[in-house]
C-alpha cells in the first residue's frame, strides 16, 4: 500500500481492479481547508488519461510490474513476436500493444516489455536509436537561413523532421521518446 502523500511519478497502483501509472502529481495545501493530492493517472492497458485528487491519507495498493528485455524478431503481417533473451520464449503482441513502439524497432533489436500479472501491456523501443532514411526531398544548397526541416521516412516506416542537409540512404540518430533527429551517424 502507498499512500497518496507519497506518490510519485512513474509509481503504479491499482485502483477499482484497473492499473493506473502516475504521470504528474501536485500536493495542494489551499488556505482554507485540507491538503489535497491532484494527479493524472493513465491507464496501463487502454493509454487513457484520468485526473483524480485524494487526500494526503488515501491509500492505494501498489501494482507490481515486472519488466523484460526482449527481442524483437519478426511480423506475420496480424502479430509481432518477441523472444526472451533468458529462456528464448517468444511471446505475439498485437498491432495496439505495440503501435507507439514499433515504428523505431528492427528486426533483431532489443526492447523492454511490461507485463502485469503476466499479461504484456506496453512495448518501449530504445531511448536512442539509429535508421536509415529511405525517403526524403533533397535539401538545396543555400536553403539553410531559416534552419528548416523536412520530412524523412526512415527504414521502419516512421516519419520524422529532419535537417535539409539530409539525404536519403544517410543513418541517423532519433530520440523515440520525443521523435526528434538527433545527428547523421
Known amino acids: 500500500m502507498i499512500s497518496?502523500?507519497?506518490f510519485r511519478k512513474g509509481i503504479t497502483v491499482e485502483m477499482d481492479n484497473v492499473v493506473f501509472t502516475i504521470v504528474d502529481f501536485q500536493h495542494v495545501k489551499p488556505g482554507k481547508g485540507a491538503a489535497f493530492v491532484r494527479t493524472k493517472l493513465k491507464n496501463i492497458m487502454t493509454g487513457g488519461v484520468l485526473e483524480k485528487t485524494f487526500?494526503?491519507?488515501?491509500?492505494?495498493?501498489?501494482?507490481?510490474?515486472?519488466?523484460?528485455?526482449?527481442?524483437?524478431?519478426?511480423?506475420?503481417?496480424e502479430l509481432y513476436y518477441f523472444m526472451d533473451m533468458e529462456t528464448y520464449e517468444q511471446i505475439p503482441l498485437n498491432h495496439s500493444q505495440v503501435e507507439e513502439a514499433i515504428q523505431y524497432v528492427k528486426e533483431n533489436?532489443?526492447?523492454?516489455?511490461?507485463?502485469?500479472?503476466?499479461?504484456?501491456?506496453?512495448?518501449?523501443p530504445p531511448n536512442f536509436v539509429e535508421l536509415e532514411v529511405t525517403q526524403t526531398e533533397p535539401?538545396?544548397?543555400?536553403?539553410?537561413?531559416?534552419?528548416g526541416t523536412k520530412p524523412a521516412t526512415l527504414e521502419t516506416g516512421a516519419v520524422i523532421q529532419v535537417p535539409l542537409f539530409i539525404n536519403i540512404g544517410d543513418h541517423i540518430r532519433v530520440d523515440t521518446r520525443t521523435d526528434e533527429y538527433m545527428e547523421r551517424v
Open 109 to 124: 533489436s532489443n526492447v523492454i516489455i511490461k507485463f502485469f500479472k503476466g499479461a504484456a501491456f506496453s512495448v518501449e
Open 139 to 147: 535539401g538545396f544548397k543555400g536553403d539553410t537561413a531559416t534552419g
Open 4 to 6: 497518496a502523500g507519497d
Open 55 to 77: 487526500s494526503p491519507t488515501d491509500k492505494l495498493p501498489r501494482a507490481h510490474v515486472e519488466t523484460k528485455e526482449m527481442q524483437y524478431l519478426y511480423n506475420d503481417g
